[in-house]
């Protein structure tokens, strides 16, 4: 919405949340406080921001003053009741369009941004049909188009997906409405790259294409783990099939397993789907992308323990990066807090860096006790922003999000402040076994069928 009203200034884009905390965030005069990090983003927000572009709590205020509204609210997995951790849990998107049906006047065009299962359209199309039969005797008169137009940014790289994307789908059958719709994309896309389809493709869309990418991330991840066991280079082996035009280059890089809020959310719900339509075939084989994805990050932790002689009770353990990946502060999902959380069971004492999270965040997310196997949790954990402190007396060094602060440090000096034998665990593949000769720290890297001798 924040690139919506820098590429449109005559638009008057207003977001609204029930978090009156959020909005408090997203109007603080201090842009390093807003609640999302994302490159490029506080420099638009300082742009447009109290122009065109405004922060609110007044739902239905701005509901009524709005001719179209993006219902953009979280739609996690479902914790209890029936397809508890599969199906997606819609009570947002429904009380948003309770909202909408209660406080919209003459003609809204709503259009379903969340990411959802396929048919909620019909879900909010229902909840808004009773408001406009109910209005047909009262003086506000009101009637409603719904569109589907899932988001396909990605966190990290935000701005650029959406000022140039690949595609922008537009789901729907009123032809006024997706008229209007593709008329403000226009402004700053090309017309070719707005792609129209039905309603229920544009929702199945959005899952499949998260589904796929996902399914390249465990596909590479476990050509890692047979890298390491054969001999061969996963970066190697990246590169050479991504030579081919019909695989690609993209999302080829193995590392720690894929976090963030949507990829297992996501996959979990077109899961559910195929169970819902009797696809079970289909649904266990898109449910081995995330049964790949958890063995990943336990098999980094439990190698981690291995090879540090098999008990990391009372070691002190750098652990590089608590975001689910670079230029994000977002760390739902992050695999850092499994690995994070299978070292604690074991007993490791934990030094942990990020650049952007907060140790508040990383708290959150360390003492939610989801399994039973983190019940028994022995090691501790603190939060450093000094690199070298972290290092100091460390058995080991984890690098688990690829910052850019992480790519050029100095390991002859984290040597000499690291207790012998040291170890550098690299997930990422972003330290250069250069960078370590001489030191005589020992050297584990994702995918990398020799590490060693240095
Ligand atoms: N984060 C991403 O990278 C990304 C990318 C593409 C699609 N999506 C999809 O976009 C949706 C939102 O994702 P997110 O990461 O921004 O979630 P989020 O949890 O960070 O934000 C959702 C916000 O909606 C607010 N909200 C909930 N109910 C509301 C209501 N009735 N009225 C007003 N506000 C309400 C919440 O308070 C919260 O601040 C999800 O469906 C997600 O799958 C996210």
Redesign the pocket.
């Known amino acids: 919405m924040a690139v919506l009203a820098d590429k449109c200034k005559d638009i008057l884009v207003t977001l609204?949340?029930?978090?009156k905390e959020?909005i408090k965030a997203w109007n603080d005069k201090d842009l390093s406080k807003l609640p999302v990090f994302e490159p490029g983003l506080s420099e638009i927000i300082k742009r447009n921001r109290d122009k065109n572009l405004f922060f609110s709590c007044e739902?239905a205020k701005t509901i009524k003053e709005a001719d179209m509204v993006f219902i953009?609210?979280?739609?996690p997995t479902k914790r209890s009741g029936f397809g508890a951790g599969y199906a997606s849990d819609l009570k947002?998107v429904e009380?948003?369009a309770r909202?909408v049906a209660d406080y919209a006047s003459g003609h809204t065009i709503v259009v379903e941004?969340?990411?959802v299962p396929v048919r909620t359209a019909e879900l909010i199309q229902n909840i808004l049909s009773e408001s406009e039969d109910n209005s047909i005797i009262s003086s506000n008169k009101k009637s409603f188009s719904v569109l589907s137009s899932p988001?396909?940014?990605?966190?990290g790289t935000a701005i650029n997906d959406l000022e140039n994307p690949d595609r922008v789908l537009i789901g729907g059958e009123d032809n006024d409405a997706i008229k209007s719709l593709s008329s403000i994309y226009e402004r700053w896309i090309p017309a070719n790259k707005i792609l129209f389809t039905n309603v229920w493709s544009s929702e199945l869309s959005k899952l499949t294409a998260n589904a796929f990418l996902a399914q390249r991330l465990s596909s590479i991840n476990a050509i890692s783990a047979l890298c390491e066991a054969t001999g061969a280079e996963i970066k190697e082996v990246s590169n050479a099939i991504g030579a081919d035009k019909r695989i690609g280059k993209k999302f080829l890089d193995a590392g720690p397993g894929f976090g963030?809020?949507?990829f297992q959310k996501d996959i979990l719900n077109l899961v559910y789907l195929c169970r819902y339509y009797g696809l079970e075939k289909i649904s266990n084989y898109w449910e081995q992308v995330l049964i790949v994805n958890n063995w990943q990050k336990e098999r980094i932790a439990s190698l981690v323990v291995e090879k540090l002689f098999g008990t990391v009770t009372n070691k002190k353990i750098a652990l590089f990066g608590f975001s689910f990946k670079a230029n994000t502060n977002d760390t739902r999902e992050s695999p850092s807090i499994s690995i994070a959380k299978d070292l604690l069971a074991n007993g490791a004492n934990l030094m942990i860096h990020d650049p952007q999270v907060l140790p508040s965040q990383i708290e959150k997310e360390l003492s939610s006790q989801e399994t039973k196997r983190f019940s028994d949790k022995k090691g501790g954990w603190c939060f450093n922003r000094d690199l070298n402190e972290c290092v100091k007396d460390s058995d080991a060094i984890i690098f688990l999000t690829a910052w850019d602060e992480y790519k050029k440090l100095d390991f002859k000096k984290f040597s000499q402040l690291m207790r012998k034998p040291s170890w550098v665990f690299d997930t990422r593949k972003i330290i250069s076994k250069n960078s370590l000769k001489g030191t005589g720290i020992k050297f584990w890297q994702v995918g990398m069928g020799n590490c060693n001798p240095l």
Do not use: H, P, Y
Request: a negative charge; one cysteine or more.
């Open positions: 609204v949340d029930i978090d959020r739902i953009s609210v979280n739609t947002w009380s948003s909202q941004k969340s990411t988001e396909f940014l990605a966190e963030g809020s949507c």
